[in-house]
């Protein structure tokens, strides 16, 4: 069993959909990230967490630390939107150093017009 | 402010010959990372720099792989005598010191995508 699952593993939505990406971690960690991976493969960081709630424009990330979830939220969805999201963790069990992460598989999010 | 710097973005290599994969940290960053893409796969970490010392390889195959960051230029990853397994997207990431634990925010380089022929 991986460390860090994502679900679901595909997802298309139509322009305007709220979203919903879940990550499950089973070891425990002192930080979670959320990453967008583009068409191109290039990568975007787009929020560090270790509690609570964050929110950037149309994305809000929460964490629940005692459930080990975290949850990546996209309002009112955008054909730009598509991409593969990742979740990743800093474990605190293994003692890793910063960058040390232990990567999910990613969510392809695909939005249509 | 340039951003996270990679070169090559794509380098094709012969089985056996020597890949040389280049990253300078955005300005102002002194922590660098490396990590792997496999086709189909998830990312792994590799390693992390600082300059001139390695803080963490434990994500290294034991042989063939090396990093650097010297005090002056880019950080390298070097792989010898490549075989058709090595061939992948290499992600570079920094951030700036002074984070506290577990606290640090990356900025990832566009990538290096390495074909071994």
């Known amino acids: 069993k991986n460390e860090v699952e994502q679900s679901p593993q595909n997802l298309t939505a139509q322009e305007g959909e709220f979203i919903t990406i879940n990550c499950s971690y089973s070891v425990g960690i002192s930080a979670l990230h959320w990453l967008q991976q583009h068409p191109g493969g290039g990568i975007v960081s787009l929020f560090m967490?270790?509690?609570g709630k964050k929110k950037h424009g149309r994305l809000i990330a929460t964490i629940n630390i005692q459930e080990k979830h975290s949850s990546l939220h996209i309002t009112a969805s955008h054909p730009r939107d598509s991409a593969v999201y990742i979740c990743?963790?800093?474990?605190?069990?293994?003692?890793?150093?910063?960058?040390?992460?232990?990567f999910g598989k990613g969510t392809k999010l695909s939005v249509k017009p | 402010n340039a951003g996270v710097m990679q070169n090559p973005r794509h380098l094709v290599r012969r089985r056996g010959q020597e890949a040389r994969l280049r990253c300078s940290p955005m300005?102002?960053?002194?922590?660098v990372y490396w990590y792997r893409q496999l086709p189909e796969e998830g990312l792994k970490f590799m390693v992390y720099l600082q300059k001139e010392n390695i803080i963490d390889e434990s994500g290294m195959p034991k042989e063939r792989f090396s990093a650097e960051f010297p005090k002056e230029g880019p950080s390298i990853l070097r792989i010898q005598q490549v075989v058709r397994g090595d061939s992948a997207a290499y992600f570079c990431a920094s951030s700036p010191p002074g984070q506290r634990s577990g606290a640090n925010v990356l900025t990832f380089g566009a990538g290096s995508r390495l074909t071994v022929l």
């Open positions: 967490l270790s509690s």
């Open positions: 990743a963790v800093r474990s605190s069990d293994y003692g890793g150093s910063q960058g040390n992460l232990i």
């Open positions: 300005k102002g960053h002194s922590h």
